[in-house]
């Protein structure tokens, strides 16, 4: 599976964005999705992930209720909202996949190659 992310920016605190990573190679619809981020300095951290069907949802607690992820499978995309961002969601943000859905990054084989999101204060 080959995944591609995209739709990072500079963005003000408060402000939106809508991230996608875009899927191409085995059947996209029996994977399981994630995002993660990572900050300078810091470990790669859980951000959202979701089933392969898309009935089921995991965020994690910093970006609950501000964070939405879905899928289309028909698009073999999968998209991340962002609303009410804050500085301190700034980092790149990668997807990745695989066919058990975790909050842990070494569970997934499967990675795209990250986009900036920048929130400014």
């Known amino acids: 599976v080959q995944l591609q992310a995209s739709g990072g920016g500079l963005v003000q605190a408060g402000g939106s964005l809508r991230l996608s990573c875009a899927a191409s190679?085995?059947?996209?619809?029996?994977?399981?999705m994630g995002w993660f981020r990572q900050a300078p300095g810091k470990e790669r951290e859980f951000v959202a992930a979701?089933?392969?069907?898309?009935?089921?949802?995991y965020y994690a607690d910093s970006v609950k209720g501000r964070f939405t992820i879905s899928r289309d499978n028909a698009k073999n995309t999968v998209y991340l909202q962002m609303n009410s961002l804050k500085p301190e969601d700034t980092a790149v943000y990668y997807c990745?996949?695989?066919?058990?859905?975790?909050?842990?990054?070494?569970?997934?084989?499967?990675w795209g190659q990250g986009t900036q999101v920048t929130v400014s204060s």
């Open positions: 190679g085995r059947t996209f619809r029996s994977y399981d």
């Open positions: 990745a996949t695989d066919h058990d859905i975790a909050t842990i990054p070494r569970e997934y084989n499967f």
């Open positions: 979701i089933s392969w069907s898309g009935g089921s949802t």
